[in-house]
């Protein structure tokens, strides 16, 4: 009866009703999924609460919820003590149910239990607003939640500090005095739109953009786990950047990351930016079990790509179904599958080379000279395709002869594979490098296995080594060599065919054929070369480089004299011949034709150049690339890689929209489902991504779950209107950005006063601006930008500034070298001030001074930094000697830039670091400071000398040494202030 009373009481309550994904969901979800949920094995009761029917349906006289007599639901009885037969709900042990939540509960089943899909699963919907677009949109519809909850916005903040704020969250970087002054004296309507759109054109706006993805990406340089060698990926960090800068649209942005290298007009960018899914751990590990990291990578892979584009935990549902969402673990398997199918290793990466696939990737003047030595070079191909009377007249001659010894062309004899080696070295690279021996030219110094000097070199004949198959060779960081003769009866081209594991390199009669210093599994064919044979005896040589894992040689003579498609050519009557065949006569003529021999050389003169150059890129580009045929997926049972269930094809959880019915089974596919218009999550978790770096929080608190344990929107309409509007513009990133920035919400004074901060201490409700303490790289820039001392370089390798000494070798692997990152080298000059985000990221040492302010390890991807305030962040910013060395150069900067009196300085010290004019008692306060430190250091000029000597810039000698002691002291302080590190 009580229960009864309680459901017509609570029923009348509310004209609009509970909202099921809003008010209920959440409830069960915390409370009731874990053991009622999605999860089949974790399932009791033969209950779902998570389906619809399963709640409501007969189960024998009673329903868990009774729509015809609510207070006869079995949830009711349950979540009030249950009777003498069940427990009650939830069971002993668990959190209980608050009142709150069992008022809505009761709520729920007296209004007829109505339903309803999760939110984020339902296509977003725009509210008309009159029509109403833009900054003015965004306004009306948080303007209309501030009137629920019986709040007026805060006024606008002072243009000075709308000024930092836009500049920062826009650029990474605080404004100039210059723009600071030119700014305010420019009372114009349209003085703030325009400071917006010059920051949105800024170079520096591409790097605050990279830079939040960085996190996602979980970008690094160097590979993790317990050796965390040194890699390259700087070249795909350069690429988000330009990405940025460019305004790529948001879809095209996605499918490049994802699914680049799949494009049917994939370019050397396209492939680097398909590096998104490579920035993932690797391990070189001795012992490694190669399919077991297979394995962990393809499943970062999917937790990467559902976080970062779909705000799912996916990853949940790798060992069991998902217990709070709709995502079964056959269907994570269906998902790992678009990413387990690429030609990398699980064991691969070591002495600071990158892993399988990569690409090289050249620097703009390399690029520039490629392209001049192609153009040659198709001037010359074009003249050698030039058919003269003369070379018609020899084509024809030859071409009759070819014919008439068709099939009496005696083939060579090959003597079986003599092989030496492995002779091992420290690493890979040097392995390829040192001359064991054998090699043509200079013996190199290194250790030679087995026994005796390079001079003593032990051939073993090895008749088992047949053409035609891959063969293993045993060795890690280490160069076989491979030597046969050829015995040809006469002079005539041959076509050889190699594989390697990894590089390899071929002398024919003591001249280099090949020379591939790449990283890859042995396979038939991978480099074809063509030769001139002399008549008797020639010499082959190769050299077979295994980096790690193991090692193999691939090799077969193809054909000897012309190719057999010239063969087959040459035995059609000249008059029968088509155009292709005359073509191919004439393409392989111009090969061999003696008078053409100079055209050639030049054509190989030409190669040579290339190929300097293709040898030594700038840097490379680890890449996705998928195998030649797939790599079958199965459900792994727990997860366990060698625990291998049903085969399953690639796919999407069903909650979700289908694939269209001609989609690719294919990360292209995948790539091209997220950014349906169609799709409920992936527009709405980008705005939220954008929301939550102008204002420091998402309208989904959570942008890691936008599933059922995950936040509610703090405004869904206007959720809803922003991704709804970035699909509409052509997933405009620029566009968004600026709309926000625009906007009377994101322009708000950050004060608040002590009653609206205890009702909502987060600024949920956005009835102020936001304030919040900048991200680590940030806080580093401002004072490096501040000082003068920040470098203008963008992209390229990444730098190494001051870091105290030994932390590296503390913590790295025993016995590396600096190769592959294990001992950190300090730069000198420019390298010590670049931005906080090229700092070299290693991801089990990341950089100590944006450690202590919250950044993360890089080792998984990141979508919210958290945010903490401890005393040692006060001595990082007083005591580092990167922010000494900044203090000091921004107070020589103070000191020469500006001349009179105390106060004129201070104002600008203010202007330079928190963006604003001080108030008289701030004057005071750092005037006292710079009359107190002027006495000490006068009285102790050894300590004045031993601050201003902090660093490597160099120092005005023209300033005084206590003078210049006491300003860096001010600066210090101005860099330690709240206001400083703060973004209001």
Not at 452 to 459: K, L
Not at 463 to 488: I, N, Q
Not at 595 to 610: C, G, K, N, S
Not at 654 to 680: F, I, M, Q, Y
Request: some cysteine; glycine content about 8%; hydrophobic content about 40%.
């Amino acid at each position: 009866m009580f229960i009864a009373c309680v459901l017509l009481q609570l029923s009348g309550t509310s004209p609009d009703g509970l909202d099921f994904s809003r008010d209920v969901r959440p409830v069960l979800a915390k409370h009731c999924f874990e053991c009622h949920g999605p999860d089949a094995a974790a399932r009791k009761g033969d209950l779902r609460l998570d389906l619809e029917e399963d709640v409501v349906r007969d189960r024998g006289g009673y329903s868990v919820v009774d729509r015809e007599a609510p207070a006869e639901s079995e949830l009711l009885s349950r979540i009030h003590g249950g009777d003498a037969f069940f427990d009650a709900m939830p069971p002993e042990g668990e959190p209980a149910l608050s009142d709150e939540e069992l008022r809505v509960l009761e709520r729920w089943v007296a209004e007829g239990a109505p339903w309803g899909e999760h939110w984020a699963f339902r296509p977003p919907v725009q509210s008309s607003l009159g029509g109403e677009s833009g900054s003015v949109a965004i306004d009306l519809l948080v303007q209309e939640r501030l009137r629920a909850e019986g709040l007026e916005a805060a006024p606008a903040a002072s243009r000075s500090t709308l000024l930092r704020r836009v500049t920062l969250d826009l650029t990474g970087l605080p404004p100039t005095p210059e723009e600071i002054r030119t700014f305010l004296a420019d009372d114009s309507p349209a003085a703030y739109e325009g400071v917006v759109d010059r920051l949105l054109a800024s170079p520096r706006f591409g790097e605050r953009m990279a830079l939040q993805w960085l996190d996602v990406a979980r970008y690094a340089d160097t590979n993790g786990y317990s050796i965390d060698g040194g890699r390259h990926m700087w070249a795909w960090r350069d690429w988000v950047i330009d990405a940025f800068n460019a305004n790529m649209p948001f879809d095209q942005f996605t499918v490049e990351q994802l699914a680049g290298d799949l494009l049917p007009d994939a370019t050397v960018s396209s492939r680097i930016a398909s590096g998104f899914n490579r920035n993932h751990m690797n391990t070189h590990e001795g012992g490694t079990i190669e399919e077991e990291y297979l394995v962990e990578y393809a499943a970062d892979r999917v937790a990467t790509t559902s976080q970062a584009w779909l705000g799912l935990t996916m990853g949940c549902a790798r060992c069991h179904d998902h217990k709070y969402d709709p995502i079964s673990q056959r269907e994570y398997y269906q998902f790992f599958a678009y990413f387990n199918s690429i030609t990398d290793r699980g064991n691969d990466g070591d002495g600071g080379k990158n892993s399988v696939p990569f690409i090289p990737v050249f620097s703009e003047e390399q690029g520039r000279r490629l392209e001049a030595f192609e153009r040659e070079r198709a001037e010359v191909l074009g003249f050698l395709d030039e058919m003269t009377p003369a070379r018609a007249g020899r084509l024809e001659a030859w071409a009759e002869s070819e014919a008439r010894r068709a099939g009496s062309r005696p083939a060579p004899v090959l003597s079986p594979w003599s092989v030496a080696g492995p002779f091992r070295a420290e690493s890979g690279e040097e392995a390829f490098r040192v001359n064991f021996g054998p090699e043509p030219g200079p013996v190199g110094q290194a250790k030679v296995e087995p026994d005796g000097g390079a001079s003593e070199i032990a051939w073993v004949i090895r008749e088992d080594l047949t053409d035609g198959v891959p063969h293993a060779l045993p060795g890690v960081k280490a160069s076989t060599y491979l030597k046969r003769a050829v015995e040809c009866e006469e002079a005539g081209p041959l076509q050889l065919s190699f594989g390697s594991d990894d590089a390899i390199r071929a002398w024919w009669n003591g001249v280099l054929i090949l020379d591939a210093n790449v990283r890859r599994g042995v396979q038939p064919h991978q480099e074809r070369v063509r030769v001139v044979a002399q008549q008797g005896r020639n010499e082959l040589l190769v050299k077979i480089v295994n980096d790690s894992g193991p090692g193999g040689v691939f090799f077969e003579l193809e054909s000897s004299g012309p190719p057999v498609e010239v063969r087959r050519a040459l035995a059609v009557e000249a008059s029968a011949r088509n155009e292709e065949q005359h073509l191919r006569l004439a393409a392989y003529h111009g090969s061999i034709d003696p008078a053409l021999a100079e055209v050639r050389a030049e054509l190989d003169l030409l190669r040579q150049e290339i190929d300097a150059i293709e040898q030594r890129p700038e840097t490379t580009a680890m890449v996705m690339e998928e195998r030649a045929m797939r790599r079958p997926a199965h459900v792994l049972m727990r997860g366990v890689y060698d625990q291998k269930g049903e085969e399953v094809q690639p796919g999407t959880p069903a909650a979700l929209p289908p694939l269209p019915a001609d989609a690719r089974p294919d990360r292209l596919g995948l790539a091209r489902w997220l950014v349906d218009p169609g799709h409920p999550l992936t527009a709405r978790v980008a705005v939220n991504s954008y929301w939550q770096l102008l204002f420091g929080t998402g309208l989904v608190e959570t942008p890691e779950d936008f599933g059922v344990r995950g936040s509610m929107p703090s405004h869904p309409e206007l959720l809803d209107w922003l991704a709804v509007d970035f699909v509409g513009s052509g997933w405009d990133v620029k566009a968004m950005l600026r709309q926000m920035v625009l906007s009377e919400t994101y322009k708000q004074d950050a004060a608040v006063g002590p009653e609206l901060l205890a009702r909502d201490p987060e600024n949920r409700l956005l009835a102020r601006g936001p304030r919040f303490r900048l991200q680590a790289e940030i806080i580093r820039d401002v004072a490096l930008s501040a000082s003068g001392l920040l470098s203008p370089l963008i992209g390229g390798p990444s730098g190494r500034p001051y870091q105290p000494d030994g932390l590296w070798r503390e913590m790295s692997h025993y016995g590396s070298t600096p190769a592959t990152e294990q001992i950190y080298v300090q730069d000198h000059g420019e390298g010590l001030y670049r931005r906080g985000m090229y700092t070299i990221w290693k991801r089990t040492v990341p950089p100590p001074i944006l450690a202590a302010f919250d950044a993360p390890s890089r080792e998984v991807c990141v979508v919210r930094r958290s945010r903490t305030n401890t005393p040692l962040q006060a001595l990082v910013l007083l005591n580092e000697t990167g922010f000494v060395e900044a203090s000091r150069a921004l107070a020589q900067r103070v000191l020469l830039g500006s001349s009179g009196a105390d106060e004129a300085r201070i104002a600008e010290l203010y202007l330079l670091t928190v963006g604003r004019e001080p108030a008289a008692g701030e004057l005071e306060v750092v005037a006292a400071l710079l009359e107190r430190e002027r006495a000490r250091f006068a009285a102790r000029p050894g300590d004045a000398e031993a601050l201003i000597s902090v660093g490597e810039s160099p120092r005005a000698e023209s300033l005084g040494a206590a003078e210049h002691a006491a300003w860096t002291l001010a600066a210090a302080l101005m860099l330690n202030l709240s206001e400083t590190v703060t973004r209001g």
